[in-house]
C-alpha cells in the first residue's frame, strides 16, 4: 500500500517562509515523479511544483518559480518543498503527489497522478 505523509505547513507572515516534506511509503519514486498541488478556497486544485526523479528534472508552475524549490532524499524517499518569499495567495492546502510512468507533457495535470497525501494547510498573512 502506498502512502504519502506531508508535514510542515503552519502560519506565517509574508515574507517568510516555510519547508513542507512529504515522506513516501511502500513504494520508490526514483523512476517516477513527485510533487505538490495545493488548493485555496473556493478555487481548484493547482499544480505547483514536480521532479522527475530518474532524470532530477523539475518543474515548476509560474507563480511559485524563483520563490519555491522542490528537492528529493533519496535515502529517506522524501520529497521536500521549501517555499520563500511566501505571499498571502499562497494560502491553499497543499498537497503531496506521486505517479509512475508520467511523461513529461502530463507532469502539470492532476489527474496524471495515481497517489495523494491527506494534505498540510499553509496560510499567511498579510
Known sequence: QVTLV???GGLVQAGGSLRLSCAASGMNFRRGAMGWFRQAPGKEREFVATGKWSSGHTYYADAVKGRFTISRDNAKNTVDLQMDSLKP??????YCAAGMGLITSSLRIETAYSYWGQGTQVTVSS
Open 89 to 94: 495567495e499562497d494560502t491553499a492546502v497543499y
Open 6 to 8: 506531508e508535514s510542515g
